[in-house]
């Protein structure tokens, strides 16, 4: 007697990859950043999200660090709120990416979704608040722009378990 896998257990073909990277802004960096990772090579869908959100959580965590050492060195208060501020929503959005991490290990990926959304609205928030209000603006709105996009690979990587 033989026991088909679950779906999610099928291995992507780097088209299947390539067709989910389109549901996103830029398909070909899509791609890219998730081919940088070596276990793509050979990956289900569900490792696929895991992957994505691992990419996501490590560049948040390192701009949450840079945010932290603008905080720690600034002396004008104004933008030392700022840089709290902006602290504040990427602690929440590296949180939320934690908390979808273990939706993706238990199986409830119909939470995923609200988790996503949060964790974008967070992103989005630092934006608002920080704009350009300094120097360092430039290479923040970058970093969050690039969360950005990390977190709607989540979005597409995790919702394609839904559909399995």
Known sequence: MSIAPPVASNKLTDTEIKHLCSKTSNRENCY????????????DARCLA??????????????????NSFVNKTHDSRLKNIYKSCSSNYNDAIR?????KNYLK?????????????????????????GGATSD???IKKRNQE???????VEVTSSNLRKN
């Open 32 to 43: 890219q950043v998730l081919k940088s990772d070596p276990r793509t090579r050979n990956v």
């Open 50 to 67: 895991e992957v994505s959100i691992d990419l996501a959580s490590k560049k948040a965590t390192k701009t949450h660090s840079l945010i």
């Open 96 to 100: 939320d990416l934690k908390v979808i």
């Open 106 to 130: 238990s199986g409830a990926f119909k939470n995923i979704p609200v988790q996503v959304k949060d964790a974008s609205e967070e992103i989005k928030q630092c934006k608002k608040v920080f």
């Open 137 to 139: 603006g430039a290479h």
């Open 147 to 153: 969360i950005e996009f990390l977190i709607s690979i």
